[in-house]
C-alpha cells in the first residue's frame, strides 16, 4: 500500500520570504500523481498544484513550485513570496492505479507579518 | 456549475442515531468519494465509487454505508453513530481514478455525543 509522508507538522515563514514544506512517499508503481492541496481556516480543500510521474519537468503555478525527485521519492512543495492568505494546512497526496487518494498528515503553515 | 454540494454544514447526533450526509455533484463526474478529516490524521478514505452502481471500501468504511444509484449522488450512511465518528466529513469527485485531481465539497462537522 502507498504511504505519504509529511515530516513537518507545523512550519513558519516572515512574510515574502520562501518556505518549502516536505513530503515523501513510498509505492511500487512507476506512474502515478502527486497533489498538493490547501486548507485555510474555512476547511474548504484548494489544489495547489500536481505533478505527473512520467514528467521529468517540475510542475509550477505562479509562486508555488515543486522539486520532485522521483528516484528519491520525494515531492516538496516551495512557495515563494509568502503571503498572508498562505497560512492554511498544506495536504500531500498520492494517485495512482487503485482509484484512490492517499493523503499525508498535513503541515500546518504560519505566515507571520 | 455549483461543483460538489454537501448537506448538512453541521449535524450532532446522539449516539446510536442514525443519519445520511448528502452528497452531489453536477460534474458528470464519474468517481465520488468520502473521507474523514481528524486532528493529526489528514484524510482517511471511507468509500469510493467509480460509477452508478458502483462502490467499494477504502481505509476506515466500519460503520458507514454508501450507495451510488446516480451518477450525480452519492450519500454516506451512519447506521448508528458513535463517539468515534466525531469528525469532518468531505465529499469529493473526478472525472476518473485517482490520477485525476479530486474536487472537494464544503464539508460535514459532525459531533457525536
Known amino acids: 500500500a502507498q504511504t505519504v509522508t509529511q515530516s513537518q507538522p507545523e512550519m513558519s515563514v516572515q512574510e515574502a520570504e520562501t518556505v518549502t514544506l516536505s513530503c515523501t512517499y513510498d509505492t511500487s508503481e512507476s506512474d502515478y500523481y502527486l497533489f498538493w492541496y490547501k486548507q485555510p481556516p474555512s476547511r474548504q480543500m484548494i489544489l495547489v498544484i500536481r505533478q505527473e510521474a512520467y514528467k521529468q519537468q517540475n510542475a509550477t503555478e505562479n509562486r508555488f513550485s515543486v522539486n520532485f525527485q522521483k528516484a528519491a521519492k520525494s515531492f516538496s512543495l516551495k512557495i515563494s513570496d509568502s503571503q498572508l492568505g498562505d497560512a492554511a494546512m498544506y495536504f500531500c497526496?498520492?494517485?495512482?492505479?487503485?482509484?484512490?487518494?492517499?493523503f499525508g498528515k498535513g503541515t500546518l503553515l504560519t505566515v507571520n507579518p | 456549475n455549483a461543483g460538489v454540494t454537501q448537506t448538512p454544514k453541521f449535524q450532532v447526533l446522539k449516539t446510536g442515531q442514525s443519519m445520511t450526509l448528502q452528497c452531489a455533484q453536477d460534474?458528470?463526474?464519474?468517481?465520488m468519494s468520502w473521507y474523514r478529516q481528524d486532528p493529526g490524521m489528514g484524510l482517511r478514505l471511507i468509500h469510493y465509487?467509480?460509477?452508478?452502481?458502483?462502490?467499494d471500501q477504502g481505509e476506515v468504511p466500519n460503520g458507514y454505508n454508501v450507495s451510488r444509484s446516480t451518477t450525480e449522488d452519492f450519500p454516506l450512511r451512519l447506521l448508528s453513530a458513535a463517539p468515534s465518528q466525531t469528525s469532518v466529513y468531505f465529499c469529493?469527485?473526478?472525472?476518473?481514478?485517482?490520477?485525476?485531481?479530486?474536487?472537494f465539497g464544503p464539508g460535514t462537522r459532525l459531533t457525536v455525543t
Open positions: 460534474m458528470n463526474h464519474e468517481y
Open positions: 497526496a498520492y494517485g495512482g492505479s487503485n482509484y484512490k487518494l492517499t
Open positions: 469529493a469527485s473526478s472525472l476518473q481514478t485517482g490520477r485525476h485531481e479530486q474536487y
Open positions: 465509487s467509480v460509477g452508478a452502481g458502483i462502490t
